[in-house]
């Protein structure tokens, strides 16, 4: 399983894509079952890549000099907490509620219901992090060389987040979406 870990992986493995197989990606939104569910699953994902983006491309204008430290500070403020909530509900979620019911529609991809939970595990670690080093900004923003430091360090998680978080959404998506289009989405809500 070790193999199977969101650090380590490049996705995952056909045995889980066998739906995705028969329901490529480019086809989803042509398919009669792409309903609201699917549609609200995939723009809450394209929400946390977006405040993923803006939290990048922030820290990048602020260690080019571009951005004011308390403009900075406030943006990683309201945007890591929106991240990191959102997030963590999302997840909540779906291990709750969405994997266990989805993980019975079909033995063939149960396995990797089990691998997206884990994921949130890691995740949740790293986000730990995200938070103390999104604490560290908003803490010395009075102090633009200290934040300069700061936000470097800032940017080296971003980095890491935002590649494992990727990781993690396209296997889910892969997982799931050709799940729902399969057996529907009567059942989910």
């Known amino acids: 399983m070790d193999n199977l870990a969101l650090a380590k992986r490049a996705q995952l493995p056909d045995a889980l894509r066998v739906l995705l197989a028969e329901y490529p990606r480019d086809g989803w939104e042509a398919d009669p ?21 803006e939290m990048r491309e922030g820290t990048e204008a602020l260690l080019d000099r571009k951005t004011a430290p308390d403009r900075y500070a406030a943006m990683v403020s309201r945007y890591g907490g929106m991240f990191v909530n959102g997030l963590h509900e999302h997840h909540t979620i779906e291990d709750t509620y969405y ?9 063939r ?15 949740d670690a790293f986000l730990a992090s995200f938070v103390d080093r999104a604490n560290e900004i908003i ?13 470097g360090s800032f940017q080296q998680e971003l980095a890491k987040l935002e590649g494992l978080l990727d990781r993690h959404l396209i296997d889910e998506e892969e997982l799931i979406v050709p799940v729902i289009l399969r057996y529907g989405s009567a059942d989910l809500g």
């Open 139 to 151: 803490q010395t923003s009075a102090d633009r060389d200290t934040l300069q430091t700061v936000a």
């Open 33 to 53: 079952g792409f309903d609201g569910l699917i549609r609200f699953w995939l723009d809450r994902h394209l929400m946390f890549r977006r405040l993923m983006r």
């Open 99 to 107: 994997f266990p019911k989805l993980a019975t529609k079909d033995a």
């Open 109 to 123: 991809i149960e396995k990797g219901f089990a691998i997206l939970d884990k994921d949130h595990h890691d995740i």
